[in-house]
């Protein structure tokens, strides 16, 4: 009975489920979407191609808490989004973003100035729910990504990877 619980319950993990935390906030699980919010890995090096503007780059030192050597965080910035990038000595990963330009698209065709009506049909999330706040994460809590509306229209997307 025990085993068949654990299996259970590692099926239900593996489909997209949709609770409702408030009245202004609906969670999802879809581990697809939250650990590839782009489709693909975003990086300092293919970030242009997501955007037309041009980007400012920022470089700061970070003790890395697990290893007690110096990282690195490239920040790259322009009017309208910001992308953090945690980079150690092997690897760079996607920190978090905060986006607000319309010409970035997400994977699924998301993008700032999207229909919640749209969104919400993209997600398979039902029409009779009123929120302004759509919080997509992987099962394990890691990778959370915000979406804020405002009158029915994607306005903000905060993307947190989870990386620390």
């Not at 489709?39 to 955007?51: C, K, L, V």
């Amino acid at each position: 009975m025990f085993i068949l619980i654990i299996f259970l319950s590692f099926l239900i993990n593996q489909f997209e489920t949709v609770e409702l935390i408030n009245q202004d906030q609906y969670e999802l699980v879809s581990d697809e979407f939250a650990n590839k919010p782009f489709g693909i890995i975003i990086s300092p090096e293919n970030i242009q191609s997501f955007t037309k503007k041009s980007f400012s780059i920022e470089k700061k030192g970070f003790v890395n808490p697990h290893s007690g050597k110096v990282d690195t965080i490239l920040v790259y910035r322009n009017e309208k989004s910001e992308f953090h990038f945690y980079k150690s000595l092997n690897n760079t990963f996607l920190q978090k973003a905060y986006i607000t330009d319309p010409s970035i698209s997400l994977s699924k065709g998301i993008k700032i100035g999207q229909s919640l009506k749209n969104f919400k049909s993209v997600f398979k999330i039902s029409n009779s729910v009123e929120v302004n706040c759509i919080v997509i994460r992987d099962s394990e809590d890691f990778s959370k990504h915000t979406f804020f509306f405002r009158k029915g229209v994607l306005e903000n997307i905060e993307i947190n990877s989870g990386v620390d």
